[in-house]
């Protein structure tokens, strides 16, 4: 008897939810994927590794983000700078987690980022269009543009002592070095070179940034 009333209780009280258009479930669970936080700008600013400083950099992931869909979001270089008052490129990025334009998670926080990053790689490592770069990978070996602008070593810190890293502080498209990352993680060493320290580049200027293997590209990341 008790099994029936309660029966009659739980049908009644769906009838009712029914007629009155209260929903059945108070909250449904939220299937929409997490929003692009991290992206390889499709373009260079196409002028070396002049970038405008950092606000230069920042300015054109904004632009970036904004023309994908994404510009409400606060978006950063993943860039370091040297000298007098230098910037570590892990300290202005936000504290994560960061989705790719597929909505994959790349990593969940500052730290994921820099010692488990396995998600960077060409496959992943999209532009803020969800498209991928070109790369040897993709089985042209006579063509790449994997290299990113970075001047970072691979803990996210910037260089210290005189020896350029960042192209003068992304200010210059001539003379300097700026440290490169591999944003496909392909060299031709196992198991591959990292994502943001792989090699220098041989000058700032965009003829050489193009002729090892790059375009001015860099990555950007939502702080926020």
């Known amino acids: 008897m008790n099994k029936n009333r309660a029966l009659l209780t739980v049908i009644a009280t769906v009838s009712v939810l029914a007629l009155t258009g209260l929903p059945l479930v108070a909250q449904q669970q939220d299937d929409e994927p997490p929003a692009m936080g991290f992206f390889v700008t499709s373009v260079g600013i196409g002028d070396g590794a ?13 632009a970036l983000a904004g023309a994908a869909g994404a510009g409400d979001r606060t ?10 008052g230098a910037v570590n490129a892990r300290d202005r990025i936000g504290a994560g987690p960061w989705a790719n334009a597929n909505g994959l998670i790349m990593a969940t926080n500052v730290s994921s ?5 396995s998600n960077f790689n060409w496959e992943h490592s999209l532009d803020e269009n969800g498209e991928q770069f070109p790369s040897r990978i993709d089985g042209d ?7 990113v602008l970075t001047g970072t070593q691979i803990v996210g810190t910037a260089y210290e002592g005189n020896e350029d890293r960042t192209c003068s502080n992304w200010t210059s498209n001539d003379e300097g070095s700026a440290m490169l990352g591999h944003a496909d993680r392909y060299s031709f060493t196992t198991p591959g070179s990292p994502w943001n320290t792989a090699h220098p580049s041989r000058s700032c200027s965009q003829p050489d940034l193009v002729a090892t293997g790059g375009a001015g590209r860099f990555y950007c990341f939502a702080t926020d």
């Open 75 to 84: 978006w950063r270089a993943y860039l370091s700078t040297q000298g007098a």
């Open 113 to 117: 980022l820099h010692h488990d990053n």
């Open 50 to 62: 002049n970038l405008g400083g950092l606000a230069g950099a920042d300015a054109h992931c904004q």
């Open 141 to 147: 070996p006579d063509f790449t543009e994997h290299d």
